[in-house]
């Protein structure tokens, strides 16, 4: 078996049908296996995918798993030489995966080739391929201080110019061989950053590359884990953004992840009496139109939750409670 195509279904049978569709409309030249890993989606996911697509290897982890711990279900029942891990909410429109098969298998020197994603008006979607780029999206400064970011957060030199340092968890392919000598996704993570921490491990044993023959259409289904409410000071999801600080301590270590959470902490309490000042001197009523300051310092609250156990690197599920998934719960 060539490949093995990893998709994970939660709740999204429709978007994984039209996936699976294109996939057979454009994937020709090679032999591969589709593996559906559904999260305990609990509805008819199962009829619906298998009424339209019978010959898929069905997978059912039992909870919501995320999407490291569903690709890692995946990958240990997966039969392929070749592992590509391909979200639901994506379409096909060229032989791309055995194109990126060949690549992979003919370039020795590449641990993981990663697509560039479209969107559906074939326009260029923006990802971020390196590491300080996404670093001084972190931080929240004015718009007339991001320069002096790049100071502390220059962008990587490489010789090879399809070269980069994160993936693209949509859209990537590796070959057994890699996993097995960087080891599994981090099952630590539940949603977001985990292809970044696995993308530490991955660049020591080859080039992580894009290519511009190398596409897909990314549709980016809805999730009650999207950030939503966005401002200047309000621009990640809460979930995303245990995640992001997860990874930050484990590539970069205590200080960075330390000067993160002192920055969050002191924008919140900042914003809030920022705006509570403003409202008096106005002759305003104090607590006048403060849903962002609101906003983010909710958001730094759960921060503040997993804050032990990121700092001491604690193994576990780093997934947030329903109660706590303020882009949903603050409308």
């Given at each position: 078996?060539?490949?093995?195509?990893?998709?994970?279904?939660?709740?999204?049978?429709?978007?994984?049908?039209?996936?699976?569709?294109?996939?057979?409309?454009?994937?020709?030249?090679?032999?591969?296996?589709?593996?559906?890993?559904?999260?305990?989606?609990?509805?008819?996911?199962?009829?619906?995918?298998?009424?339209?697509?019978?010959?898929?290897?069905?997978?059912?982890?039992?909870?919501?798993?995320?999407?490291?711990?569903?690709?890692?279900?995946?990958?240990?029942?997966?039969?392929?030489?070749?592992?590509?891990?391909?979200?639901?909410?994506?379409?096909?429109?060229?032989?791309?995966?055995?194109?990126?098969?060949?690549?992979?298998?003919?370039?020795?020197?590449?641990?993981?080739?990663?697509?560039?994603?479209?969107?559906?008006?074939?326009?260029?979607?923006?990802?971020?391929?390196?590491?300080?780029?996404?670093?001084?999206?972190?931080?929240?400064?004015?718009?007339?201080?991001?320069?002096?970011?790049?100071?502390?957060?220059?962008?990587?030199?490489?010789?090879?110019?399809?070269?980069?340092?994160?993936?693209?968890?949509?859209?990537?392919?590796?070959?057994?061989?890699?996993?097995?000598?960087?080891?599994?996704?981090?099952?630590?993570?539940?949603?977001?950053?985990?292809?970044?921490?696995?993308?530490?491990?991955?660049?020591?044993?080859?080039?992580?590359?894009?290519?511009?023959?190398?596409?897909?259409?990314?549709?980016?289904?809805?999730?009650?884990?999207?950030?939503?409410?966005?401002?200047?000071?309000?621009?990640?999801?809460?979930?995303?953004?245990?995640?992001?600080?997860?990874?930050?301590?484990?590539?970069?270590?205590?200080?960075?992840?330390?000067?993160?959470i002192f920055h969050y902490v002191?924008?919140?309490?900042?914003?809030?009496?920022?705006?509570?000042?403003?409202?008096?001197?106005?002759?305003?009523?104090?607590?006048?139109?403060?849903?962002?300051q609101k906003i983010l310092l909710?958001?730094?609250?759960?921060?503040?939750?997993?804050?032990?156990?990121?700092?001491?690197?604690?193994?576990?599920?780093?997934?947030?409670?329903?109660?706590?998934?303020?882009?949903?719960?603050?409308?």
């Amino acid at each position: 078996m060539d490949v093995s195509i990893i998709i994970i279904n939660y709740k999204s049978a429709e978007l994984t049908v039209q996936c699976i569709t294109s996939i057979k409309k454009f994937t020709s030249g090679i032999t591969y296996e589709i593996v559906v890993v559904d999260n305990f989606s609990e509805d008819n996911s199962e009829e619906i995918i298998k009424t339209a697509h019978p010959d898929i290897l069905w997978v059912q982890t039992g909870y919501n798993a995320g999407f490291s711990r569903g690709n890692n279900a995946g990958f240990s029942v997966a039969k392929g030489n070749y592992l590509l891990l391909l979200n639901a909410d994506t379409l096909l429109f060229e032989n791309t995966i055995k194109l990126t098969f060949k690549r992979l298998h003919e370039r020795k020197d590449i641990s993981v080739i990663a697509g560039l994603q479209l969107f559906p008006d074939m326009s260029l979607m923006p990802y971020f391929r390196n590491r300080n780029e996404f670093r001084k999206f972190l931080y929240v400064v004015p718009n007339r201080f991001n320069h002096n970011l790049d100071k502390f957060f220059p962008e990587p030199q490489f010789s090879d110019p399809n070269q980069a340092e994160l993936p693209c968890g949509a859209f990537m392919m590796l070959s057994r061989e890699t996993i097995d000598k960087v080891g599994a996704m981090d099952e630590d993570f539940f949603m977001y950053a985990e292809d970044f921490e696995w993308a530490s491990r991955l660049r020591k044993v080859g080039k992580l590359c894009y290519f511009d023959d190398i596409k897909f259409i990314h549709l980016e289904k809805p999730s009650p884990f999207r950030r939503t409410n966005i401002t200047p000071i309000n621009k990640f999801g809460t979930q995303m953004q245990v995640s992001n600080l997860l990874w930050v301590r484990k590539e970069y270590g205590i200080m960075p992840y330390l000067f993160l959470i002192f920055h969050y902490v002191t924008l919140a309490i900042f914003f809030y009496v920022w705006k509570i000042t403003v409202n008096i001197s106005k002759l305003r009523n104090p607590f006048f139109q403060l849903r962002s300051q609101k906003i983010l310092l909710l958001k730094t609250k759960v921060y503040l939750k997993f804050f032990w156990k990121t700092l001491f690197k604690i193994k576990g599920f780093y997934k947030i409670a329903e109660a706590d998934n303020i882009d949903v719960n603050y409308q």
